[in-house]
């Protein structure tokens, strides 16, 4: 049977799409329009987040940037392409304690922010080093303690004056 190419590109639009990774969890887009929902969410590693919305009224995306409510893009980072007014982006966490911190590209300026933390979020607990040789910002007496002291000086002066 002969084709033309009008039957190839049938035939390739009528192709079943590739078979993507089931949702985990989704995130879509805030009543407002300018939120991601939820913004943050806490997965574990080798989970994946879909990020749907269909027929917003503003287009919207996902890209990646360098920490938290930062406007610098991470070159080579996750992103879904430009910004649609509907979407089904997925994308599978594979490191584990570690954070990804996004934004919605047009909307950046709104902050339309959003994060994802895997197991622990990579959060290092500080330890307390401090030795009693240490000369410490706690150990000087601050703003506080030098506006008391004059008040109760001035307190006592005034009163002294009162009962001359």
């Known amino acids: 049977a002969a084709s033309n190419g009008v039957i190839h590109v049938i035939d390739k639009v009528l192709m079943p799409p590739a078979d993507l ?12 329009g300018m939120a991601f929902n939820p913004s943050v969410i806490e997965i574990n590693v080798g989970e994946t987040v879909c990020w749907q919305w269909t027929d917003e ?18 070159d080579g980072g996750v992103y879904s392409g430009a910004a649609e007014t509907t979407v089904d982006f997925r994308y599978t966490f594979t490191e584990d ?6 934004v919605c590209e047009p909307h950046i300026l709104a902050e339309m922010y959003g994060k994802v933390i895997v197991g622990d ?8 080093t401090e030795t009693s040789d240490d000369k410490s910002e ?27």
């Open 97 to 102: 304690s570690s954070t990804f911190y996004y």
């Open 121 to 128: 979020g990579g959060i290092v607990e500080e330890t307390n």
């Open 57 to 74: 009224t503003m287009a919207h995306n996902v890209k990646e940037v360098d920490g938290d409510k930062s406007k610098i893009f991470v």
């Open 21 to 32: 990774p089931a949702c985990d969890h989704t995130v879509g887009i805030g009543l407002s």
């Open 138 to 164: 706690s150990n000087t007496p601050g703003f506080v303690s030098v506006t008391a002291v004059i008040a109760l000086v001035g307190a006592l002066l005034f009163a002294r004056n009162r009962n001359e």
